[in-house]
T-cell receptor, first 110, second 116 residues
């Protein structure tokens, strides 16, 4: 079992729709959770961090964490073509141990 | 804030030569920096954790004698790929935690290495 699992996609949604990205992790001791966006040929860019169960909203983005189910998700509302990228889920087991999922490729079609 | 730079952004070298990549935290001090490698269409793989003033911690399977890491100051870490071979061609990315929030890492723009 991989430490951090994501559906590789591609996930395709029409412009204006909600994109839902999912991630599961194996280490119950994980403490902090992150979503990064990576455009092709670029390095990852931090979008959201979440540390406790529940939802965290930032603009069009909502991160959801369920530690009991070891599940993290990212919702993107009103998806735009500029949101087309690979989204990486990252899980931090302690301050210096970050593990990344393989990423989900999202395409938002105009 | 929390800006990380890398230099060079692109490098092409001949097989057998060594290549040095610099990673700098521009507006914060970083006692710890991280080096990742990413092959096309694959995820980030942590290579090593760079610790200021002490030896780097390498992930399993990463050759420490081939990938030399020096964290000489609180704002600079370097990765030297020694005797590079075509299979070392990859996208190398560093990151650092500015201490703003637990575990948060900010990434440099990456260095694309092509070994001929």
């Amino acid at each position: 079992q991989k430490e951090v699992e994501q559906n590789s996609g591609p996930l395709s949604v029409p412009e204006g729709a909600i994109a839902s990205l999912n991630c599961t992790y194996s280490d119950r001791g994980s403490q902090s959770f992150f979503w990064y966006r990576q455009y092709s040929g670029k390095s990852p860019e931090l979008i959201m961090s979440i540390y406790s169960n529940g939802d965290k909203e930032d603009g069009r983005f909502t991160a959801q964490l369920n530690k009991a189910s070891q599940y993290v998700s990212l919702l993107i509302r009103d998806s735009q073509p500029s949101d087309s990228a690979t989204y990486l889920c990252a899980v931090n087991r302690n301050n210096n141990d970050m593990r990344f999922g393989a990423g989900t490729r999202l395409t938002v079609k105009p | 804030g929390a800006v990380v730079s890398q230099h060079p952004s692109w490098v092409i070298c001949k097989s057998g030569t060594s290549v040095k990549i610099e990673c700098r935290s521009l507006d914060f001090q970083a006692t710890t920096m991280f080096w990742y490698r990413q092959f096309p269409k694959q995820s980030l793989m942590l290579m090593a954790t760079s610790n200021e003033g002490s030896k780097a911690t390498y992930e399993q399977g990463v050759e420490k004698d081939k990938f030399l890491i020096n964290h000489a100051s609180l704002t600079l870490s370097t990765l030297t790929v020694t005797s590079a071979h075509p299979e070392d061609s990859s996208f190398y990315i560093c990151s650092a935690n500015p201490g703003l929030a637990v575990g948060t890492q900010y990434f440099g723009p990456g260095t694309r290495l092509l070994v001929l």
